[in-house]
Structures are given as structure tokens and as C-alpha cells.
């Protein structure tokens, strides 16, 4: 069975909003955990424009499933990783005018940054992953760079504007996972994955686990609209909760 991992980083993007305690992402990982999730995903971004170093210590100590950090290659962020431990790092690109992660590293680029950081998550313990694009000379520099593991982005497929062009971007993802299966890599692949779009990458056997963030959030804001305005009009009608 895929595990799902859960990002709850924008559960901290609106926390940030007032800079204040709710919606709190650790109260959101729980119930994840509670739900039927496998892991949480949290990315303690070079900005802090959501996840705060705190949350990661608070995750760490609260959760039962595996805390996946998400993080860049910079020596401060490894620093912080290499104190809170977390059971996995996932590094990715980081921009700071950009709104999300736009898509995967550049493995040809910036090696001996990449490589320090691989060096030091691995010595402190941390299985670590690479995000990369679903392309056969990436996959073969993440081998390279002795990882077990990699993720590949889906924001291109998850992003397609026709159907026809989401076929095609589906099949270079499952020509993507047989080459890196075939070297020996785990893959979990992510980003941009919906209720609509999911569940034909989750007909690819061979992606052992798929990380998502931004529509579950968004679900939960609609979901949950009705029964946040229901207990407030109690209060203000005043007929109580
Ligand atoms: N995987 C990686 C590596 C990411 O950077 C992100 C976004 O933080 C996700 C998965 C989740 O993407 P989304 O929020 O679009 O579901």
C-alpha cells in the first residue's frame, strides 16, 4: 500500500498570519495520525514563513509516525536538522521570491554543497531523500550521491493543461520510477497532488509513499467552514456552542 505523507506546513502559513497559537501544526499532525496517514512533512524554510524551528521540536516529541523534514542544503538548516533528528531530511531548491517549491534540484549544480549536507544528516543519523525532477540524469546523480531514497516532483503532471499532456507526463513518471528502482532507490514522489489528480499515480506500484500538502489544507478549510461558523452563530445568537 502507498503511505501517504502529510504536509502541514500551511496549517503554520496561516498561524503565521497573526504570529499568534492556531491553527496550530502539531494539533493538525495528530489528527493526521488519527486519520490514517503514514508520516508528517514539514519544511523549515530558510525564510521561517511557516514552519518554525519550535514546531520541528514540538512534532519530534508528539508524533508516533515519522517526521519528515524538508529543507535546503544550507549549512544553518543541516545544523538545525542534525539537532532535532528528524527520521528523514528531504532536501529540495529554495528560492525565496518563490511561492512554493517550483520543481526539483539541479543535481549537476551545487554538488559540494549537497554532498556536505548528504555527509552530515546521514552521520547524524537521518535517512536522507532528494526531491528531482522525473528525469534519467537526475535519478542517476542522486544514485551517485549515495542516497536510499528520492522524490519526484509531480508539479508538472499535477499542472498539465490538457489530459493528452498529462498521459504523457504520467508515463515519463513511470519510466522515471523503473530507472530509479532499477538503480536501487526507494521513490515517494509529490507536490500539487488533489483529489482529482491522485489516484492515477497511485496506480504506479513502485512509488512507495506520496507527500501532500495544500489540498488537504485547503479541504480542510472547506470542510470544516460550516461547523466553525454553526459554534460561532450559537454564540452570538446566544444559544451556546
Ligand atoms: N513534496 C515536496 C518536496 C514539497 O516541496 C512539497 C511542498 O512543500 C510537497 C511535497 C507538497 O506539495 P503540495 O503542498 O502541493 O501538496
Known amino acids: 500500500m502507498t503511505r501517504l505523507g502529510v ?25 493526521s495520525e488519527r486519520a490514517g496517514c503514514d508520516g508528517i512533512v ?6 521561517r ?8 521540536w514540538d512534532l519530534k516529541k508528539a508524533l508516533r509516525v515519522p517526521l519528515n523534514m524538508e529543507m535546503s542544503a544550507s549549512p544553518q538548516i543541516v545544523r538545525v536538522a542534525a539537532r532535532v ?3 528523514q531530511a528531504t532536501l529540495v531548491p529554495e528560492k525565496r521570491q518563490e511561492l512554493t517549491t517550483e520543481g526539483g534540484l539541479d543535481l549537476r549544480k551545487g554538488q ?12 547524524a543519523g537521518i535517512r536522507v531523500s532528494l526531491f528531482i525532477d522525473p528525469d ?8 551517485d550521491l549515495e542516497v536510499p531514497m528520492i522524490e ?3 508539479g508538472r503532471y499535477a499542472g498539465a493543461p490538457t489530459r493528452k499532456r498529462r498521459e504523457i507526463l504520467l508515463r515519463q513518471m513511470e519510466e522515471a520510477v523503473g530507472k530509479a528502482r532499477a538503480l536501487g532507490l526507494i521513490v515517494a514522489a509529490g507536490h500539487g497532488l488533489d483529489y482529482d489528480n491522485v489516484v492515477e499515480v497511485v496506480s504506479i506500484p513502485e512509488i ?28 452570538v445568537h446566544g444559544g451556546g456552542r
Open 136 to 143: 534519467p540524469v537526475q535519478i542517476r546523480l542522486a544514485r
Open 208 to 235: 512507495e509513499e506520496l507527500n501532500i500538502g495544500f489540498s488537504i489544507v485547503a479541504r480542510a478549510v472547506e470542510a470544516g467552514f460550516h461547523q466553525a461558523v454553526q459554534e460561532m452563530a450559537g454564540l
Open 42 to 47: 514539514a519544511h523549515l524554510r530558510e525564510d
Open 85 to 87: 533528528k528528524p527520521d
Open 152 to 154: 519526484l516532483h509531480t
Open 112 to 123: 559540494k554543497r549537497l554532498k556536505q549536507a548528504v555527509s552530515q544528516l546521514k552521520k
Open 7 to 31: 504536509n502541514i506546513d500551511h496549517v503554520a502559513t496561516l498561524r503565521q498570519a497573526r504570529r499568534g497559537k492556531n491553527p496550530n501544526p502539531v494539533e493538525a499532525a495528530l489528527v
Open 49 to 56: 514563513r511557516h514552519i518554525q524551528e519550535q514546531d520541528l
